[in-house]
């Protein structure tokens, strides 16, 4: 006959909870008080239910004395009835586990079923950043996020991204699809790529639906192509413009001034100026140095500047500002730690914008996107350091492949810049030199 164990108080057990072990507190059979020490040394109590045999089993019925010695036995007591009733602890509680699983699944399918445009795009852009998507990183994602929360955002941040349809997405373009057109084309492949992550990576709209930013599905909503205005080039200065426009900019005393100044001798991008570091200079061989991987299209390779005497004398002043400074950046920002802002440059020319229109004159503008827009429109550093280089060129009809290794565009392609040795260089010194001359006569 099997040993019937003594009931034990509350306070009994209060005092077997200091001693370790597995203690029998009776009143239900099998129910046992386990006690054990940390490695703090404190004692750790737990309940728990025991059967042998070959349907035996041991389960857990919480902590002591958050559970007290009363409910223990009361769940043991449950429990021993439902086992009697045929019902075993375990697979029920495995049962319960599984539909408890099922349920937060269900919970969590449908909570994704209700996800917005504005509950995710964020989580799209870290996703995007954090796979390499982007080769400066740190501006791409500050100008696409500022674009999407711009004209994105206020039209269809409400849009629910399992149901999302073309019709949505068109009502979110429509204000800018025909005025911005090229803003425009920059937010539906913004969203044209959030759609498509949503589906393949995050898994929050069905493979099945087509993606509502797909031009054969929002084409047929939107205004016809030639509706739209043609995509315009970035205002510029006629070569004719370039002399009294650089010696403005050369009697303006300012680091933003001398990079500006330099960018255009140089027919450069506003980011390789900004962030000119002075170990890519060889000032004795006269030689800026550009890796591939820093140019805008890395595929051409790395970009090697000959620097006429104007661009050198730019450098030569910049020195000082290395030596006091110590910066690795030439043209160094207020902080004096990091390269001038992609703002700077442009800032320079609406200083001596104002500076001439004070003066009565007509100031640096496109005039020809002037006219016919109707009112002024201001030239911008990147076309005048590149736009105007390039018609000064090709109207006194310069060698074209020159011209396009001073601009770093496709040249040479299966050779990349292995031929821009040499011969290419002297070539380019000599365009360049002539460029130099012409903005600003030594």
């Known amino acids: 006959m099997p040993r019937i164990a003594r009931v034990l108080s509350a306070a009994q057990v209060k005092e077997l909870s200091k001693v370790e072990g597995e203690h029998s507190v009776g009143g239900e059979p099998g129910l046992f ?15 728990s239910l025991r059967r042998q045999g070959a349907r035996g089993f041991r389960v857990g019925l919480g902590n002591y ?12 007591h449950d429990i021993l009835l439902k086992l009697n009733a045929g019902i075993h602890p375990v697979e029920e509680r495995r049962q319960q586990e599984a539909e408890a699983r099922a349920q937060r699944e269900a919970d969590k399918t449908k909570a994704a079923s209700m ?4 509950d995710v795009f964020v989580e799209h852009f870290d996703w995007r950043e954090g796979r390499g998507e982007w080769k400066h990183p740190a501006d791409v994602r500050r100008r696409e996020e500022q674009r999407f929360r711009k004209h994105v955002l206020p039209l269809g941040g409400k849009i629910v991204i399992s149901e999302a349809t073309a019709d949505q997405i068109a009502e979110v373009l429509r204000p800018i699809w025909v005025e911005k057109r090229s803003t425009a084309d920059k937010v539906l ?15 929050i709209r069905s493979q099945a639906l087509v993606n509502p930013a797909s031009k054969d599905a929002i084409g047929p909503l939107l205004a016809a192509e030639r509706i739209r205005p043609k995509k315009q080039r970035m205002p510029f200065l006629e070569p004719d413009q370039m002399p009294a426009f ?8 300012s680091v933003g001034a001398r990079a500006l100044e330099f960018a255009v001798l140089t027919c450069s991008r506003s980011r390789n100026v900004r962030l000119m570091r002075w170990d890519q200079v060889d ?8 890796d591939a991987v820093d140019m805008k299209v890395s595929a051409n390779g790395q970009h090697i500047v000959p620097l006429s005497r104007q661009a050198l004398n730019i450098l030569k002043k910049m020195e000082a500002m290395r030596e006091f400074l110590g910066c690795p950046y030439v043209f160094v920002g207020r902080d004096g730690r990091k390269g001038i802002s992609d703002a700077t440059m442009n800032k320079v020319i609406r200083t001596l914008h104002k500076e001439e229109l004070i003066a009565g004159r007509e100031g640096w503008i496109d005039k020809e996107q002037s006219e016919a827009a109707g009112e002024p429109v201001l030239a911008v550093q990147h076309a005048i350091s590149r736009a105007s280089f390039e018609t000064w060129a090709q109207s006194l009809r310069k060698d074209k492949r020159t011209i396009d290794l001073c601009l770093h565009h496709n040249v040479d ?8 040795r040499d011969k290419s260089i ?4 000599q365009l360049l030199q002539e460029w130099a001359d012409f903005c600003l006569p030594e």
């Open 33 to 47: 008080l386990r006690v054990r020490k940390n490695a703090q040394g404190a004692f750790l109590c737990t309940w």
């Open 65 to 76: 004395p958050l559970v007290s010695l009363k409910a223990a036995r009361d769940q043991a």
């Open 115 to 118: 996800l917005t445009i504005a």
């Open 189 to 203: 492949t913004e969203i044209k790529h959030l759609f498509t992550w949503a589906t393949t990576v995050k898994k």
């Open 246 to 253: 650089m010696a403005a900019v050369h009697r303006e005393d």
């Open 283 to 290: 000032m004795k061989a006269g030689i800026w140095t550009i």
């Open 413 to 420: 392609t299966r050779l990349h810049s292995s031929y821009d």
């Open 426 to 429: 002297e070539q380019k010194r």
